[in-house]
């Protein structure tokens, strides 16, 4: 039989790639807590209409990427492409909508029908925070700091831009829309295929085309500004002063319109220029019609997604293994008391590894290669005394050490 291989846009997360994995969710769940998020846990596979229903019959995820099965019952099931439109699921269906506001923080694996390459995958992870039942613009610009403080906790501060943009309310959008609509039948036969097929459908994501006879014709294309309502050029204006006022720089981008359909007011994404053409690490936006789509109340609601995978790779340096300390009992006599010693210092918090096998210069040359801080060296002479030798392979110096010192003494050297 030929060698099994992952699925295609798949990878393991081993060694290295798991620690900076690791390390990202680390830091975001930390920084959400910070902020009073919460975590929660949803399924990574839901009713299809999860779905189908609230990102949109136009968007690209329902139309080309999601991966959507009949299980054996005959459900139609989705392996989740986004974690928003499930967390607004699971606030409905644990009649959670009468106790808002929530902040909610998530993480897991996503899944796209997606061209795989650098920064993009078929499975990939995020970070995710929505807060829901909250209408205050104020509240945009806290949902965006945060966002903007785990980056820095990551060390890429000064990797990112913050690009903002306002979708506005559905009134000042529909008549955009229009405007926009006309503007571009116009210019019909100019357009690429795909976009001409969207130009009823779906004009505002003609803004998004990556192609260059598109975006050709933008510049002169009418913008949202010029048919913001007032509360929505109040709302906009409040999420401006907001981010000055939690310090986090921006520049405004007309055209940041996001992937799914369901964002209304305020639409963002951290970029970068490190990562080629997938320098969007992490993005979001107001929706404040997706719980209420979900069966719920009308609730509105803020919220964002992290690309781990993206922010892995922009890490400069891994997070390094935590070393570990190896006890090594010279004489299957001392078995006992060496895993005694090993437990008493894995309940202080420490790493410790039992070493049984192989001469004493064999395990030795082990602890080494897994780049352990100290050996516990068990000898019969100093067990008798009630102690151990104790080498430090970093300073290679060696000492005996009474066997009840050894936690708090290494604890206090870690
Ligand atoms: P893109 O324009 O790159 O396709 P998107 O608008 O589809 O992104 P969102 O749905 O907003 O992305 O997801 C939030 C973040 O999740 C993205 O900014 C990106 O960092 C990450 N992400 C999205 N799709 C993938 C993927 N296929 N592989 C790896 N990361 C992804
Ligand atoms: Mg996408």
Known sequence: MSQLQPPRGTHDLIGEDARRHAHVVETARR??????Y??????????TRVFSRTLGDTSDVVTKEMYTFPDRGGESLTLRPEGTASICRALVTNGLTQ??????????PMFRYERPQKGRYRQFHQIGAELLGSADPLMDAETIAMGYAILRA?????????ELNTLGDPESRAAWRAALVAYFRERAEALSEESRARLEANPLRILDSKSPQDRAL?????ALEGFLNEDSRRFWDGVRRGLDAFSVPFVVNPRIVRGLDYYSHTA?????????????VLAGGRYDGLVAEMGGPQTPAIGWAGGIERLALLLDAAPEAPATIVVLPMGDDMTATAIAV???????GLRAELDLRGSVKKRMER??????????LMGDEELARGEAQLRDLRLRAQRAVPLADLPALLAAER
Request: hydrophobic share 35%; glycine share 10%.
């Open 31 to 36: 920084v959400t807590a910070s902020y009073g």
């Open 38 to 47: 919460e975590e929660w846990a949803t399924p990574v596979f839901e009713d």
């Open 99 to 108: 106790s808002l506001p929530r902040k909610v923080f998530y993480n897991g």
């Open 154 to 162: 990551l060390g890429l501060g000064g990797d990112v831009t913050l």
């Open 218 to 222: 933008l510049d002169d294309a009418p």
């Open 268 to 280: 963002f994404e951290f970029t970068t220029t490190r990562l080629g053409a997938q320098g969007t």
């Open 342 to 348: 090993t437990q008493s210092l894995r309940e202080t």
């Open 367 to 376: 602890a080494v290669k897994a780049n352990a801080s100290h050996v516990v």
